[in-house]
């Protein structure tokens, strides 16, 4: 799988719009990036995920750049419960034996009141 | 619909002894992974089985091994359990075996070994 880069940490006030970036300038044409996200002791959860079109869902958005070598998860109005670790992952569309997902270190995002 | 499910929610044991984690797949879900998430450290991905067979495994020792039932749930086996085993164990299931489907993680299995 590609490697990703995040930042470690960010702050977001509530209400506001939370962009949560990530690099992947090593991303292969069949490679896809997903979000997850993880809130203390709890399992990660699914949240969106995107080839190279801009997705959005109940929960964010994504923006994958035209070269696909990063993306924006969008919060569009982060809530105190949006406090988590965030992981942007790629992940081989075809292959055979690597659809694992393989995390990092992620971006711990914090919404204060 | 349920989600994935994994028990036992904590589990002790002392070092040395064997360890049984259980996971239920969301219904209709062939594929389980297994991750170990140690105290402060990230997800470290261990074992996938998809149809009954073991696709890939993780840079852990032999000691940690599981299978998959004709039902598709899944067993984690740890055996001779070592102090550092102790962590939060995941299991994820999705529904077929591409990397357009996302996968759904359960809450997890403390295991402590003292």
């Known amino acids: 799988d590609a490697k990703t880069t995040q930042p470690p940490s960010m702050d977001c006030a509530e209400g506001r719009a939370a962009n949560l970036p990530c690099n992947h300038s090593?991303?292969?044409?069949?490679?896809?990036v997903y979000w997850y996200r993880q809130i203390h002791s709890q399992g990660p959860q699914y949240i969106i995920h995107g080839l190279k079109n801009n997705e959005t869902n109940e929960m964010a958005s994504l923006i994958i750049t035209e070269d696909r070598k990063s993306s924006t998860l969008i919060l569009p109005h982060a809530t105190l419960r949006d406090t988590a670790v965030y992981y942007c992952?790629?992940?081989?569309?075809?292959?055979?034996?690597?659809?694992?997902?393989?995390f990092g270190k992620g971006t711990l995002l914090t919404v204060n009141p | 619909e349920a989600g994935v499910t994994q028990s036992p929610t904590h589990l002790i044991k002392t070092r040395g002894q064997q360890a049984t984690l259980r996971c239920s797949p969301i219904?209709?879900?062939?594929?389980v992974y297994w991750y170990q998430q140690a105290l402060g450290l990230g997800l470290q991905f261990l074992l996938w089985y998809d149809e009954g067979e073991e696709r890939n495994r993780g840079n852990f020792p032999p000691r940690f091994s599981g299978r998959q039932f004709p039902n598709y749930s899944s067993e984690l086996n740890v055996n001779a359990l070592e102090l550092e085993d102790s962590a939060l164990y995941l299991c994820a299931s999705s529904v077929i075996m591409t990397g357009n489907t996302e996968a759904f993680f359960g809450q997890g299995t403390r295991l402590t070994v003292v």
């Open positions: 090593t991303i292969s044409g069949n490679e896809y």
């Open positions: 219904s209709g879900h062939t594929s």
């Open positions: 992952i790629v992940r081989v569309h075809s292959g055979g034996s690597n659809y694992k997902l393989t």
